[in-house]
């Protein structure tokens, strides 16, 4: 109790005109909406879409998750009405649900609050963002009664962080972020917080997000675009490809249709697994990286999807690396999940690459627009987010920035050592 009054004295009382909560900050345009989405070939998570709003029905999540027995909550939401928000986390907790955010889709504001109630959370690097919430302007309401909801609906907020096992500081962090603003959490942050659980395991332990099945009859239903599945289907499958050799064979086994049309010639999905799993045996060190801004997506019946990638390969047995650029396609069909299609150009080869000379040339172009940029524009964070990315590929094959005792200026990519910061 005495936290919260700390909280109630520093952080609230501080900053009254323009804080919390009892009504959303965005105006909600639609209830939140149960869509089933398929995670894998023989599993299905629930979709939360959609505005938090006062007259939402969590009895429907509730009847949903028992009627399908899923255990995975994915949020596409903007925010809403925090109160609200807040049963939706309570009841995914006592549910024993996990949740699980990608930065294809939405989740900020009052949906955070909801996104912590899983007992296992897995998001993304900069998949989920805090600010201020402030009263709506269509609500007349008095400063007294403003205080006096403003104070009991923190400390409700306060005791939801601290039962749910996430440190209260974040509270002041989404104070310190205007209203009309938002602020996305890097991983660091969300591991700091304690908001991510799983947020330290390789990104391969990512399911894949594939096609939504038949709607719930009993709710009205918006499915993800068939261009924001695609790619993040895309984004997961070069995820699943920088893997370990287990997980990418893994993934690969359930990605394609029986019959591929496979670098111009119509393969079997046996054959293509075939020919991959030769690959990683030649190549059990990878990393693949789209470029931001170079794709292109376009959906009807099927999905064509092009993208530039920065691709890196190393042997240890061999001693041998490759490295550099190339073009790829891919047809994906939105209502099986699967590719039907694969194609790809070289744009470049790195001669005489003994590290990965064209993913560490696309980490410095995304750190100068991090550093460059104005700190707080979207697109800067954005930048900041996906150096953070590849950092983290570049982590997993044991290579790292900077060494002790140097100065900032000093730092390069080097394979990593035991004075590497790491």
Same mark, same amino acid.
């Given at each position: 109790?005495?936290?919260?009054?700390?909280?109630?004295?520093?952080?609230v009382?501080?900053s009254?005109?323009?804080?919390l909560?009892?009504f959303?900050?965005l105006?909600?345009?639609?209830?939140?909406?149960?869509?089933?989405i398929?995670?894998?070939e023989s599993?299905i998570?629930l979709?939360?879409?959609?505005?938090f709003?006062?007259?939402d029905d969590?009895?429907?999540l509730?009847?949903v998750?028992?009627t399908?027995?899923?255990?995975?909550?994915?949020?596409?939401?903007?925010?809403?009405?925090?109160?609200?928000?807040?049963?939706y986390g309570?009841?995914?907790?006592?549910?024993?649900? *996990? #949740?699980?955010?990608l +930065?294809?889709?939405e989740?900020a504001?009052?949906?955070s609050?909801a996104f912590? =109630?899983? %007992?296992?959370?897995?998001?993304?690097?900069?998949?989920?963002?805090?600010?201020?919430?402030s009263?709506?302007?269509n609500v007349?309401?008095d400063?007294?009664t403003?205080?006096?909801?403003?104070?009991?609906?923190t400390?409700q907020?306060?005791?939801y962080l601290?039962e749910?096992?996430?440190?209260?500081?974040?509270?002041?962090?989404?104070?310190?972020?205007?209203?009309?603003?938002?602020?996305?959490?890097?991983k660091?942050?969300?591991?700091?917080f304690?908001?991510?659980?799983?947020?330290?395991?390789?990104?391969?332990?990512?399911?894949?997000?594939s096609?939504?099945i038949t709607?719930?009859?009993?709710?009205?239903?918006?499915?993800?675009?068939?261009?924001?599945l695609a790619?993040?289907?895309?984004q997961?499958l070069f995820d699943?490809?920088?893997?370990? *050799? #287990?997980s990418?064979? +893994?993934f690969?086994?359930g990605?394609y249709?029986?019959?591929?049309?496979?670098? =111009?010639? %119509?393969?079997?999905?046996?054959d293509?697994?075939?020919?991959?799993?030769?690959?990683?045996?030649?190549?059990?060190i990878?990393i693949y990286?789209p470029?931001?801004?170079?794709?292109?997506?376009?959906?009807?019946?099927?999905c064509?999807i092009s993208?530039?990638?920065?691709?890196?390969?190393?042997?240890?047995?061999?001693?041998?690396h490759a490295?550099?650029?190339?073009?790829?396609q891919?047809?994906w069909?939105?209502q099986?999940g699967l590719?039907?299609?694969?194609?790809?150009t070289?744009?470049k080869?790195d001669?005489?690459?003994?590290k990965?000379?064209?993913?560490i040339e696309q980490w410095?172009e995304?750190?100068?627009a991090c550093?460059?940029?104005?700190?707080?524009?979207?697109?800067?964070?954005?930048?900041?987010?996906?150096?953070?990315i590849?950092?983290d590929?570049l982590s997993?094959i044991d290579?790292?920035y900077?060494?002790?005792?140097?100065y900032?200026?000093?730092h390069?990519?080097?394979?990593?050592?035991?004075?590497?910061y790491?």
């Open positions: 109790m005495k936290l919260v009054k700390k909280y109630l004295r520093t952080s009382l501080a009254i005109s323009c804080l909560l009892l959303s900050t105006v909600a345009n639609a209830k939140i909406e149960i869509t089933p398929s995670i894998s599993k998570a979709m939360l879409s959609g505005s709003e006062r007259n969590i009895g429907q509730r009847s998750v028992q399908l027995n899923v255990d995975t909550i994915i949020f596409n939401s903007p925010g809403g009405n925090i109160t609200k928000a807040l049963e309570t009841l995914i907790r006592s549910l024993q649900m *996990n #949740t699980i955010q +930065r294809s889709f989740c504001s009052a949906c609050l912590i =109630g899983g %007992v296992s959370r897995y998001a993304e690097p900069g998949s989920i963002g805090v600010h201020q919430s009263y709506s302007r007349d309401i400063s007294q403003a205080v006096a909801s403003v104070q009991v609906l400390s907020i306060i005791i601290i749910m096992g996430v440190d209260p500081e974040l509270l002041k962090l989404s104070l310190a972020i205007a209203a009309d603003d938002i602020r996305y959490l890097t660091k942050e969300m591991a700091a304690n908001i991510t659980t799983v947020g330290s395991e390789p990104r391969s332990s990512l399911p894949v997000l096609l939504p709607p719930i009859a009993s709710a009205p239903q918006r499915s993800p675009k068939g261009e924001e790619w993040a289907f895309m997961n699943k490809w920088s893997s370990e *050799n #287990t990418a064979l +893994r690969v086994r990605a249709s029986n019959n591929v049309n496979y670098y =111009g010639t %119509v393969r079997t999905a046996n293509v697994f075939d020919e991959k799993a030769h690959f990683t045996d030649r190549w059990p990878r990286s470029r931001y801004g170079s794709q292109t997506i376009t959906c009807a019946a099927n064509e993208t530039i990638m920065d691709w890196y390969a190393y042997s240890p047995s061999r001693k041998k490295s550099g650029a190339a073009s790829v891919f047809t069909n939105p099986t590719i039907s299609s694969e194609n790809s070289v744009l080869r001669r005489k690459a003994t990965p000379v064209s993913v410095h995304e750190n100068g550093r460059g940029g104005i700190g707080d524009e979207p697109a800067t964070e954005a930048a900041c987010i996906r150096r953070e590849l950092e590929k997993l290579w790292c900077g060494k002790k005792n140097e900032g200026y000093q390069q990519w080097h394979k990593c050592t035991y004075q590497s790491r």
